[in-house]
């Protein structure tokens, strides 16, 4: 081959490169949604109800936002990949902007999901939010869950709340059928962590604020996977409990980490607990540095990367956790260059990223 053909060739791949990254900037930048590639048809085997009354129908309630959106398309593609009946399960998405953006960017990665995306009015928390160890946790849409009850239908009276940063390796139908018994919320609980942490001492030296667990065996609960039975939620009126919190930690500054506080007090001690395999969480690390850890001894039905690493995030920059090559598998992030190998016939693709 003549060497100027070479150079012509050579300056024709970097001009390929440099439109690449041009588009890239103009998909992923400030102002457009990430691109996925499209989920495939998940369709139910044998055994899955389907009836008019739409008894059989799993509700999951998530969160949509540009930050999250990639963590949210995994989650939602493992909930469809592992579960039986794939096509009894109803996503309910709150959002506080973009909603059109969102709802198109669901629609087409996933064409044969049954979801709707309800708009969240972040005016509704603006006031009763206080600042926390991570901005990313004083978010209004970080307070999304507490309105669940107030903004789906309300023949929708049982829902599956799930994080935007986890997948579920095992049928969300298993977690779906637990039995609250006369509970309000189901959660995995972890009564060997230390309560006291996520309260300041303000809180705990004022008898008016610590009585609020008195006679209750309280225990954390991590709110990123929850079980909800909206009904009894609607009818104790739950909501407005959680706000009350809300209020006295703007004037009295009681605790530090975001929504979770708020729930803790309400409910720590209330909770029907659910198997740990349901939320394996704190694979983000803490709220402050986000350092690797392992899963929690045990089964594994769901993988949480609460904290402040995500996996996402640490795959692209190079510096993935050991755990995050399991989230991979369901990233179904849109790159544009796939190369063929050809000595095994599969594909692998190329980052430019």
């Not at 044998?46 to 998530?62: Q, R």
């Not at 009894?232 to 959680?242: A, F, I």
């Amino acid at each position: 081959m003549p060497p100027r053909f070479l150079l012509y060739f050579f300056l024709i791949i970097l001009a390929f490169i440099a439109v690449h990254f041009l588009a890239t900037a103009t998909t992923t930048g400030a102002g457009e949604l990430p691109r996925f590639q499209e989920a495939p048809a998940f369709v139910n085997g044998e055994g899955c109800d389907s009836d008019a009354l739409n008894s059989s129908t799993i509700h999951i309630a998530m969160t949509l936002d540009k930050t999250y959106l990639r963590g949210s398309v995994a989650a939602i593609f493992s909930v469809l990949r592992h579960t039986m009946c794939p096509e009894n399960v109803a996503f309910h998405f709150l959002a506080a902007r973009r909603c059109q953006d969102l709802r198109r960017s669901i629609s087409s990665t996933f064409p044969y999901l049954t979801f709707t995306v309800y708009n969240f009015d972040p005016n509704i928390v603006r006031g009763k939010i206080s600042s926390s160890v991570r901005r990313a946790l004083d978010q209004p849409l970080n307070y999304a869950r507490i309105y669940l009850a107030d903004l789906l239908p309300t023949t929708v009276n049982r829902i599956i709340y799930l994080d935007s940063d986890l997948v579920l390796v095992d049928d969300v139908a298993k977690l779906w059928t637990i039995d609250l018994h006369h509970r309000v919320l189901g959660a995995p609980e972890y009564c060997h962590a230390n309560f006291t942490r996520y309260f300041t001492a303000q809180f705990w030296n004022n008898p008016q604020f610590s009585r609020a667990f008195q006679g209750r065996e309280a225990c954390y609960f991590n709110t990123g996977v929850m079980v909800i039975d909206l009904w009894k939620w609607r009818e104790g009126g739950y909501t407005g409990k959680l706000e009350m919190w809300m209020r006295i930690q703007k004037t009295h500054r009681i605790y530090e980490l975001g929504s979770l506080p708020p729930f803790l007090l309400v409910f720590a001690g209330e909770v029907e607990g659910v198997e740990h395999r349901w939320n394996q969480h704190g694979l983000g690390g803490d709220n402050l540095e986000g350092r690797c850890r392992n899963v929690h001894p045990g089964p594994v039905s769901l993988l949480h990367w609460s904290g402040k690493g995500k996996p996402w995030l640490r795959l692209d920059s190079k510096r993935a956790c050991p755990l995050d090559g399991l989230w991979s598998a369901y990233d179904l992030f849109y790159r544009p260059f796939v190369m063929e190998d050809e000595s095994s016939g599969s594909s692998s693709r190329a980052s430019w990223f």
